[in-house]
């Protein structure tokens, strides 16, 4: 079986316990490879190479950071179909998914922020003729990333290419679920050329490798995506320690469909807004609000077209819906289904678990499942489920979806549907979520402000909010 390395100091090495735990391919529900067991002992030699690495890293001018980064790219669309391939069997996705979406996305994370720190300019306050003010912004020093599982390169990608074009060292932890795209990633930044030390990727479990970038004295910004439990310890251990801190976390995202849309660019665009991804993605609309009048021609329709969804072998180019990330969280997709029951919605399809004969008889699979008849604020419809499951129910005004869309501890993001440009304006200046999408969904453009409201997280992503974060600001005030 392959065993995945750890990536410090520009070299692949052995966990120091020299222990590796199983990891999985979910649609066979076999391991294929060794992920290592790392603790405090490999984030200690992560942060002396990165630390050594700065001095270098952060002088070196922005074109030439740019340079090798671009260089990363190259190598990244070079090896695309090796990604996208590792990505599908590591994470269960769809493998035509990660070819035309998250492995290209991840390749325009590095692209953009190479080109962006070519931009990166700071700004001048004169006081008339009295005195100026300048600023300016300077890479933090050693900071740490901490991706999850559900978008593992594309996120993992997200964090540490503004952090290194900055000017930053990274020590960079990847979810010990889906680790094999950012050991591919490593060997891509060998050979790209990268200086030993900029970037180090520990491979191993949250609690042991997580926590130990999070408390190190050492590491200054912590910029996280994962769970709002998880979200909430890190803030616990590190907001004490005074470090820049950037949460992007889970999220219970509302769409709103007014009877004017237009209706089947809708369906079409809600089926995959509710599966894409087997449901995996914090910006999934996992709760639908339907205007009364067009319900019941709403969840005909919709049933129709999700029925449609194939599930099974993720390297199979007619499936959509590929297998569950995990055994853990398969259960605890199919255990939310139960207490849908429980709390009284009816399941009009999907519903349970299924296998896929062949190659994947094993593996973890859901069906589609689209329930009803529950109110707005019992637990399925206000806690975070994460897989192929949503929930449908009808309003009559603008005031009571506003309630039902913003009743959540959640601010992530939330989708409407309707041809009223006034009301599309209105409803989306009244819902508390940190992105709105008007008659569309995941239509990204990575220079906007990214991120959520509520325990949705704290701070910004994307575009020159991520490079703020990675710099420190200094005003300089100079008397004339
Ligand atoms: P987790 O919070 O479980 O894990 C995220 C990362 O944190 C993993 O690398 C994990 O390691 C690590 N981790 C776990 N415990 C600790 C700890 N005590 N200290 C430091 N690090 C730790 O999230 P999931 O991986 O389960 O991802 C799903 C969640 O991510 C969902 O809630 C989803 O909404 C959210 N998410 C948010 C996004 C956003 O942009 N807002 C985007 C994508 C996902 P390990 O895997 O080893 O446990």
Excluded at 378 to 393: A, D, K, L
């Amino acid at each position: 079986m392959q065993k995945i390395l750890n990536y410090i100091n520009g070299k692949l090495v052995e966990p120091i316990s020299k222990n590796y735990f199983d990891n999985f391919d979910p649609s066979t529900g076999l391991a294929y490879s060794h992920c290592p067991d790392s603790d405090e002992r490999d984030i200690e030699l992560a942060v002396n190479a990165a630390e050594n690495a700065f001095e270098s890293w952060s002088t070196l001018q922005p074109e030439k950071r740019s340079r090798i980064m671009l260089r990363i790219a190259e190598l990244m669309e070079k090896n695309l179909d090796k990604l996208a391939l590792a990505e599908s069997i590591d994470q269960g996705k769809p493998e035509w998914l990660a070819k035309n979406g998250e492995i290209p996305r991840a390749i325009s994370n590095i692209h953009f922020f190479a080109t962006a720190i070519e931009h990166f300019a700071s700004e001048a306050h004169p006081m008339g003729d009295h005195a100026i003010n300048y600023t300016v912004r300077t890479p933090i020093g050693t900071v740490g990333c901490i991706s999850p599982w559900n978008l593992p390169l594309y996120l993992f990608t997200w964090k540490i290419a503004p952090a290194l074009a900055a000017g930053n060292c990274v020590v960079a932890k990847p979810s010990e679920i889906t680790p094999m795209t950012a050991f591919l990633f490593s060997e891509i930044c060998m050979e790209a050329g990268l200086p030993k030390g900029v970037l180090n990727i520990v491979h191993g479990l949250g609690p042991k490798v997580g926590s130990a970038i999070t408390i190190h004295q050492h590491i200054k910004a912590i910029s996280f995506t994962g769970g709002t439990k998880t979200g909430a310890e890190i803030a616990k251990v590190a907001a004490p320690m005074f470090k820049k801190l950037s949460l992007e976390l889970g999220g219970k995202n509302a769409n709103i469909i007014f009877a004017d849309c237009d209706f089947d660019k809708m369906i079409t665009e809600t089926v995959r807004s509710s599966f894409l991804n087997q449901g995996e993605i914090c910006l999934c609309g996992s709760r639908i609000f339907v205007e009364r009048s067009i319900y019941e021609k709403f969840k005909t329709a919709f049933i129709e077209k999700v029925k449609q969804q194939i599930v099974g072998d993720p390297l199979d180019a007619k499936t959509k819906i590929g297998a569950i990330v995990s055994k853990p969280h398969f259960d605890k997709i199919l255990s939310y289904i139960e207490l849908a029951k429980q709390e009284g919605g009816a399941i009009l399809c999907g519903g349970e678990m299924t296998k896929p004969a062949g190659r994947c008889e094993n593996g973890w699979f859901i069906e589609p499942t689209v329930i009803e008849g529950l109110s707005y604020d019992c637990r399925t419809n206000q806690e975070e489920i994460f897989g192929p499951v949503v929930t449908i129910t009808p309003f009559d005004n603008e005031e009571e979806v506003l309630n039902y869309a913003n009743s959540t501890q959640y601010g992530l993001a939330s989708i409407l549907w309707t041809e009223n440009l006034t009301r599309a304006h209105r409803v989306a200046n009244k819902i508390k979520s940190g992105i709105v999408w008007i008659n569309c969904w995941l239509l990204r453009d990575l220079r906007t402000p990214f991120g959520g409201m509520k325990q949705s997280g704290v701070g910004r992503e994307g575009g020159w909010e991520a490079l703020r974060f990675f710099t420190e600001q200094k005003n300089v005030c100079v008397k004339l």
